[in-house]
């Protein structure tokens, strides 16, 4: 792998950037693999290159039925942070944000990681008592969290409106929260996990679950049969479907979620907002738009696209709370297809056939969990048993009842 430096990027713009090698390799589909990753988003990529860098296992493919990063990893509004409700669920987020913070020097890939502070806001005195637990509960575990007030509010956005239909009564803030470059996280985890000898097969679409018995022998696709005894599901809206060709019911819905851009700006937005009540978020990228994101619609499909509706109420909400916004043109919107659990958790673990793993689950907000989403996927499937930090996350609590209520902190909130 060409190595990232000042040096690199000077010898390589003195010799008009014609020297850069490709990002990573198109290899041949081999017939048998030690282990095989369904889906290249950025869990699936993040599981492959944790199997090898961490647990030394090469012969890996990542196999994508389109092409890396083109499912919901390269459609969300990229925003990071670590305040959950629950001790477990607090402690997985929070590994991510551990390895957020070095993770384009991991990578040698700028992540275009930003720290620039996430506020949840509050709309009502219900919401307020809600913020406090939280963040009384995420200092308990050791998360930087605060409760702020309109008057901190709006020395941080002096232009926002905090009289609104549903008024601004505070916030949580936490200032280590932020955002990264999606399709640069996807590219990062891709490059480096070639660089250790993942194959990492495009437009290869998984068509069966192959096994005998009750274990695994290998997974039928569009470009013929490979052989393998351990197989990672990790294809977040198509998690059921997936799942179904080995015999699993999940108890997943898909929904649509939809976000859109603006035209560029200058800088004027310096944190992330984002309010469950009124199902809206919104933050600048580093380009200049503004990215927005919407409430989830209502219904289960894999149209990859919402209705208008949805989006509609989401500006509307935008613009009473951003007045400033309202002339500000829409540059394009589109849809991702998010994959619900009942209690707005993920499910990783084993699953009942003996070398089948999945990952799925993270709904609406499980772009923030990629770097610990693939740590601990990796971990399980090297392992052949959980890792502490997805023990409780497993599928088998939909029948012990222990489920983790998140439904609070995640809802369509990210
Ligand atoms: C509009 C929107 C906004 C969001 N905003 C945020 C946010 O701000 N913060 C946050 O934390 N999260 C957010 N999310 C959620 C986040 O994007 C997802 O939870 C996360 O990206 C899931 O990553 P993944 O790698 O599991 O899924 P994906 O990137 O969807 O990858 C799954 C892959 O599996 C592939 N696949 C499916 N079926 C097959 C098959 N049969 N064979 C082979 N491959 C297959 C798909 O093509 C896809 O590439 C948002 C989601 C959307 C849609």
Redesign the pocket.
């Known amino acids: 792998m060409q190595h990232f430096s000042i040096w690199s990027l000077l010898r390589n713009g003195l010799s008009y950037n014609e020297g850069w090698q490709k990002q990573w390799r198109s290899p041949e589909l081999k017939r048998e693999y030690d282990a095989v990753i369904?889906?290249?988003?950025?869990?699936?990529l993040a599981t492959a290159y944790y199997l090898a860098k961490e647990h030394g296992m090469r012969n890996i493919a990542v196999?994508?039925?389109?092409w890396?990063?083109?499912?919901?990893?390269?459609?969300?509004?990229?925003?990071?942070r670590s305040n959950y409700l629950w001790d477990e669920s607090t402690r997985l987020y929070e590994k991510a944000m551990q390895l957020w913070e070095g993770l384009s020097q991991d990578l040698n890939y700028n992540v275009m990681f930003s720290q620039r502070g996430v506020m949840n806001l509050g709309h009502s005195l219900q919401d307020m008592r809600d913020i406090e637990r939280r963040v009384s509960a995420n200092r308990l575990n050791g998360i930087d969290a605060e409760v702020i007030d309109p008057i901190q509010i709006k020395e941080m956005i002096p232009y926002i409106n905090l009289n609104t239909r549903y008024p601004i009564f505070g916030a949580s803030f936490q200032r280590r929260g932020g955002v990264a470059r999606h399709d640069g996280v996807?590219w990062g985890y891709a490059r480096a996990a070639d660089a250790l000898g993942v194959d990492i097969i495009q437009n290869?679409?998984?068509?069966g679950i192959r096994r005998e018995g009750n274990a695994i022998v290998g997974i039928e696709?569009i470009k013929g049969f490979i052989k393998t005894k351990k197989v990672g599901l990790?294809?977040?809206?198509?998690s059921s479907?997936?799942a179904s060709m080995a015999g699993i019911r999940l108890p997943i819905e898909s929904h649509p979620?939809?976000?859109l851009v603006s035209e560029s700006m200058k800088p004027i937005f310096p944190t992330v907002v984002m309010s469950n009540a009124i199902h809206a978020?919104i933050s600048q990228s580093d380009k200049g738009d503004l990215v927005i994101?919407?409430g989830i619609d209502s219904y289960a499909g894999y149209g990859q696209r919402g209705s208008f509706q949805t989006i509609e109420q989401t500006l509307k909400a935008i613009i009473e709370m951003f007045p400033i916004f309202s002339r500000v043109r829409m540059n394009r919107q589109?849809?991702?297809?998010?994959d619900v659990s009942p209690d707005a958790c993920p499910i990783i673990g084993l699953t009942p056939i003996k070398g089948l793993y999945i990952?799925?689950g993270?709904?609406?907000?499980?772009?923030?969990?990629?770097p610990s989403?693939g740590w601990v996927m990796a971990h399980t499937i090297a392992q052949d048993r959980p890792h502490y930090l997805n023990e409780p996350f497993s599928l088998n609590r939909f029948n012990t009842g222990h489920l983790i209520d998140e439904h609070g902190a995640a809802a369509v909130a990210?």
């Open positions: 369904v889906g290249a988003g950025g869990h699936g196999v994508e039925r389109g890396l990063g083109g499912g919901n990893t390269a459609r969300n509004t990229t925003i990071v996807a290869c679409e998984v068509t696709t990790v294809a977040a809206g198509h479907v997936v979620l939809q976000a978020y994101g919407a589109w849809g991702g297809i998010v990952n799925c993270w709904g609406t907000g499980g772009f923030k969990a990629t989403s990210h």
